[in-house]
């Protein structure tokens, strides 16, 4: 930072120039388009839909609203347009609104830059401080947003028609920089309506003074598409003022939901333990968000969050944890048994078509069920599977659940031969014990919900059998 310039003289002399706050994000965007890197790092599954959109608003120079359910990663795309503005920007120092030094708006700044010229101190902000966010809520008010009359600057001496006098609110304060409002829809109509003079008309009255900002912001709102179309809170000309209007999506397949569970849930780390996450588990995990968004029984108009399958990976794995400590063991991997974790962390994130609680259960059993199910037969075909039911023609008795230790399912796979061939399918050829001990349980599960084998089941404690 010491190698830049400290005063309005020295910017002048680097041949630093001063652009717009869109025409920067642009220029930005360009390099990374070049270069083959995406707009917006972290974000999964919106390659092919979302971010191709938003490369062409910010190239078009349009102010964008994301519509989408709940976690859809709206918040996480919008706070991730940082990193397309430069890393430093110079500003007047001691400028609450970012003055540019070359155009300078506010009275404080134009008055320094006229007594000091060239010499006028120059202060490097970096790109966070050019972010400002707001949640809107009905209480939010115009001083919020806009500004309010500084009792406190009255009280040492300036008038109240002094714009001395007046406190930024957040959108002044993001001036050269980005706005963002979540959750647009909950914005009070006549807060919207002194939104959209500083936006379009440049335009402010605090407390009856009148002052000219030309705001340089680029701005950026997020809601739920349900309050967009059908309350119609969002007042006709602030609709207007967005050029580009994008929506997103909950992951399109389940491998990419899965990616994003390990990508966002808490690390689990238990000293002791050493856990693992077999496929086929986190694929079950990811299958209960895929079936429950299809589900006539869940609140389709509420949707149904990423959160539950980041939530849903944490608990399986928590369970597991448990398991193991009580168990004594050291090497851990989730299992059937485990999946009854899920019923908590699941219940809080859906909500339901009906308020029966009883109902309520039996609905993400099913969810489930269905999901191990589903997860089976794509990774396992029943054919293959001839062996392991004729095992159980001489009226054999597997106990299964989180009282069975991980070396009574290895040496399960070692009486049963018939086993090895599918727990290495779904393995991988992969032999740690308690991978190889899931595995044996998702083999049994998959059977039972297959109609080929019977269960017996007391809380978290199976007994598979033949049919009979």
Not at 24 to 36: H, S, Y
Not at 98 to 120: C, Q
Not at 202 to 219: C, H, N, S
Not at 446 to 461: F, I, P, V, W, Y
Request: a negative charge.
């Amino acid at each position: 930072m010491s190698s830049r310039p400290a005063n309005l003289g020295q910017l002048k002399d680097s041949g630093w120039k001063s652009v717009p706050v869109k025409e920067e994000l642009r220029r930005n965007v360009v390099a990374r388009i070049r270069e083959g890197r995406p707009i917006v790092d972290g974000v999964l599954g919106y390659d092919d839909t979302v971010l191709p959109q938003l490369e062409t608003a910010l190239l078009a120079g349009h102010d964008v609203i994301f519509l989408g359910e709940r976690g859809q990663a709206k918040t996480r795309v919008i706070r991730s347009l940082v990193e397309l503005l430069d890393e430093w920007l110079p500003i007047v120092a001691g400028s609450e609104i970012l003055d540019d030094p070359f155009a300078p708006i506010s009275r404080y700044a134009r008055d320094l830059v006229a007594e000091h010229g060239d010499d006028t101190v120059i202060e490097w902000v970096h790109r966070s401080h050019r972010f400002g966010e707001k949640l809107a809520t009905p209480d939010t008010s115009i001083a919020d947003l806009i500004g309010e009359v500084d009792p406190i600057k009255v009280a040492e001496g300036r008038y109240l028609s002094d714009e001395l006098t007046l406190h930024y609110g957040l959108v002044p304060r993001t001036n050269r920089g980005i706005f963002a409002i979540n959750e647009l829809p909950d914005l009070a109509e006549r807060i919207q309506v002194g939104l959209l003079n500083v936006l379009e008309e440049r335009d402010v009255q605090v407390r009856g003074y009148k002052i000219r900002l030309p705001l340089d912001v680029f701005l950026v709102a997020s809601a739920n598409p349900e309050d967009y179309t059908n309350r119609g809170r969002i007042i006709t000309p602030l609709k207007d003022r967005f050029g580009s209007q994008i929506r997103t999506h909950y992951p399109l397949d389940a491998e990419t939901e899965t990616a994003i569970a390990i990508q966002e849930s808490t690390p689990l780390e238990v000293e002791g333990l050493r856990l693992q996450v077999p496929g086929f588990m986190a694929g079950v995990v990811s299958s209960i968000s895929q079936l429950a968004r299809q589900s006539p029984n869940i609140n389709q108009r509420s949707g149904v969050s990423v959160r539950m399958t980041v939530t849903n990976t944490e608990a399986l794995l928590a369970s597991a944890a448990r398991r193991a400590l009580r168990l004594g063991e050291a090497d851990v991997a989730p299992r059937i048994c485990d999946l009854d974790a899920l019923a908590a962390s699941t219940s809080g994130k859906v909500e339901l078509e009906s308020f029966d609680d009883e109902r309520g259960g039996e609905v993400l059993e099913h969810l489930v069920k269905a999901a191990v199910l589903s997860e089976f037969r794509e990774r396992l075909h029943l054919d293959e599977m001839r062996n392991v039911l004729e095992a159980f023609d001489d009226g054999s008795v597997i106990n299964a659940g989180d009282d069975v230790a991980v070396a009574d399912y290895v040496a399960l796979v070692e009486q049963v031969p018939a086993l090895r061939e599918p727990v290495t399918t779904l393995t991988g050829g992969d032999e740690s014990p308690a991978v190889v001990a899931s595995a044996v349980e998702f083999v049994l599960e998959g059977l039972h919900l297959s109609k080929r084998l019977n269960k017996d089941a007391a809380g978290a404690r199976a007994a598979y059998r033949a049919r009979r």
